[in-house]
T-cell receptor, first 114, second 115 residues
Framework: AQSVTQLDSQVPVFEEAPVELRCNYSSSVSVYLFWYVQYPNQGLQLLLKYLSGSTLVKGINGFEAEFNKSQTSFHLRKPSVHISDTAEYFCAVSLNSGYSTLTFGKGTMLLVSP | GAGVSQSPRYKVAKRGQDVALRCDPISGHVSLFWYQQALGQGPEFLTYFQNEAQLDKSGLPSDRFFAERPEGSVSTLKIQRTQQEDSAVYLC?????????????FGSGTRLTVV
C-alpha cells in the first residue's frame, strides 16, 4: 500500500518570501502525485498533479512541484507567497494503473504573515 | 451543476441519533468517493461508487456507516447511532473517469458534530 509523509505540520513564512512544503511518499509501484489546498471551512482544491512526463509541474496560483523518483519526493514550492496563500496543503498519492483511491498526508499549515 | 454539492454544510447530532449526508456530484461523473477528515488530519477514504455500484467500502469504520447511490448520481452517506468519534468533516468527490485515478473534484464537505 502507498503512504504519504508531510514532515512539517506548520510552516510560518513572511509575505513575499519563498516557501517549500515537503512531501515524501512510499509505494512499491509507480504512482501519480497531487497537491491539494484547503482554505478554512472549505473543501479541497487541486493545485497541481504529476501524471507523467516532465518532472517539474506547474499549478495554479504560482505554485510548482518537482517529482523526484530517486528520493520519492514531491515538494511544493512558490517563489513569493501572499497573505492569501495561508491555508492547509495536502500531498496525495494514487497508483498509476488499475483501481486506486487517493491517499493523503496529514497536511501542512502554511501561515503567511505581513 | 458546476461543482460537487454537499448538504447540509453543518450538522449537529445528539449521540445515538441517525444522520444522512447528501452529495450531488458533477453531472455525468462516473466515479464518486466519500472521505472522512478528522480535525487536524488528512482526509481518509471511506467508500467508492462507479455509477450505482459500490465497488469499495473497505474504509467504512463500522457497520453503522452505510452509503448508497441508487441511480448513479446523487449519493447519501448514512451514519446510524452516531458516536462522538464520528465528529469530522465528510467530503464527497467525483471524477468522470473510472480508474486509474487522475484526481478528483471535491465538494465543500459536511461538518458533523456529535454532542
Amino acid at each position: 500500500a502507498q503512504s504519504v509523509t508531510q514532515l512539517d505540520s506548520q510552516v510560518p513564512v513572511f509575505e513575499e518570501a519563498p516557501v517549500e512544503l515537503r512531501c515524501n511518499y512510499s509505494s512499491s509501484v509507480s504512482v501519480y502525485l497531487f497537491w491539494y489546498v484547503q482554505y478554512p471551512n472549505q473543501g479541497l482544491q487541486l493545485l497541481l498533479k504529476y501524471l507523467s512526463g516532465s518532472t517539474l509541474v506547474k499549478g495554479i496560483n504560482g505554485f510548482e512541484a518537482e517529482f523526484n523518483k530517486s528520493q520519492t519526493s514531491f515538494h511544493l514550492r512558490k517563489p513569493s507567497v501572499h497573505i492569501s496563500d495561508t491555508a492547509e496543503y495536502f500531498c496525495a498519492v494514487s497508483l498509476n494503473s488499475g483501481y486506486s483511491t487517493l491517499t493523503f498526508g496529514k497536511g501542512t499549515m502554511l501561515l503567511v504573515s505581513p | 451543476g458546476a461543482g460537487v454539492s454537499q448538504s447540509p454544510r453543518y450538522k449537529v447530532a445528539k449521540r445515538g441519533q441517525d444522520v444522512a449526508l447528501r452529495c450531488d456530484p458533477i453531472s455525468g461523473h462516473v466515479s464518486l468517493f466519500w472521505y472522512q477528515q478528522a480535525l487536524g488530519q488528512g482526509p481518509e477514504f471511506l467508500t467508492y461508487f462507479q455509477n450505482e455500484a459500490q465497488l469499495d467500502k473497505s474504509g467504512l469504520p463500522s457497520d453503522r456507516f452505510f452509503a448508497e447511490r441508487p441511480e448513479g448520481s446523487v449519493s447519501t452517506l448514512k451514519i446510524q447511532r452516531t458516536q462522538q468519534e464520528d465528529s469530522a468533516v465528510y467530503l464527497c468527490a467525483s471524477t468522470h473517469e473510472g480508474y486509474p485515478n487522475y484526481g478528483y473534484t471535491f465538494g465543500s464537505g459536511t461538518r458533523l458534530t456529535v454532542v
